[in-house]
């Protein structure tokens, strides 16, 4: 049997009507992403409630995530904090920043999120050299291009044990064409790089829903 976009979106809701109870903040950060003019490139409610999940059942207290956004991915991950638990969230465009700070507010979450404004590569730099403790969960969803170069910070970040999920590996199936499209190039490297890497255990998921065809994939640091 075929299916169309519209069946994977009517699933979708199908799935948030039975596990996802209505949410009026998550409803008004996604109404703050379309009034405020960004992309609504956010994960999608199902997915944002498997990151929610993920952090409760890792029992996660250190949360790193690259790309923010208006903050939708973040509040699902900060909701599911211990007390005491932290997000650390990487976003590039100030305005996007904003809009995210609002939200974290209005969700209150914001005593739990650190947003740090500039590119993802410098802060993660910064991280490194400050030599916290590391991250339990690492959820990469920044720019696609530089996947592999975040792939190498995030296991500077990790212990053994870390989860590390990267959202947007398979973009429609075209990761495997051989277009020379750096979000394309940067998806597949990153996969390669995933495979080759011994300090990891690696597997990747493809999805369909209410963004279409795309794909995660999540990898458990073993050593
Ligand atoms: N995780 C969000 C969606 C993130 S969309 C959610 O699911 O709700 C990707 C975000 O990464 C955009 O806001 C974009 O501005 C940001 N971004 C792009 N390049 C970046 C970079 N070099 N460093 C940090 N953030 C970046
Ligand atoms: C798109 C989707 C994403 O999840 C993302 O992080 C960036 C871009 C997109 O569909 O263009
Ligand atoms: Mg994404």
Redesign the pocket.
């Known amino acids: 049997m075929e299916t169309d976009s519209a069946t994977w979106n009517d699933v979708d809701h199908w799935i948030a009507e039975h596990l996802l109870p209505d949410d009026a903040v998550l409803g008004e950060v996604l109404a703050s992403t379309e009034q405020a003019g960004l ?1 609504a ?3 999608s409610p199902p997915q944002g409630k498997l990151l929610h999940l993920l952090v409760r059942a890792l029992g996660a207290r250190r949360v790193l995530e690259l ?1 923010t956004l208006a903050g939708y991915s973040s509040i699902w991950i900060a909701r599911a904090l211990p007390a005491g638990g932290r997000l650390v969230t990487c976003e590039v465009d100030p305005h996007h920043a904003e809009v995210a700070r609002r939200n974290f507010e209005r969700a209150g979450v914001a005593d739990r999120v650190t947003l740090h404004l500039g590119p993802a590569a410098d802060t993660l730099e910064r991280l490194v050299a400050d030599g916290g403790e590391p991250y339990d969960l690492i959820f990469i ?1 920044a720019d ?1 291009n530089n996947y592999p170069v975040y792939l190498d910070w995030a296991l500077r970040l990790s212990r053994p044990g870390t989860v590390i999920v990267a ?2 590996v398979v973009r429609q199936g075209k990761v495997l064409d051989a277009a020379d499209d750096p979000v394309l190039t940067g998806a597949r490297l990153f996969m390669e790089r995933l495979g080759k890497e011994p300090r990891v255990a690696a597997t990747a998921v493809q999805t369909v829903g209410s ?2 065809y ?1 794909g995660f994939a999540l990898a458990v640091v073993t050593s």
């Open positions: 992309p490139i956010n994960v790309g969803d696609k959202d947007n963004k279409g795309d």
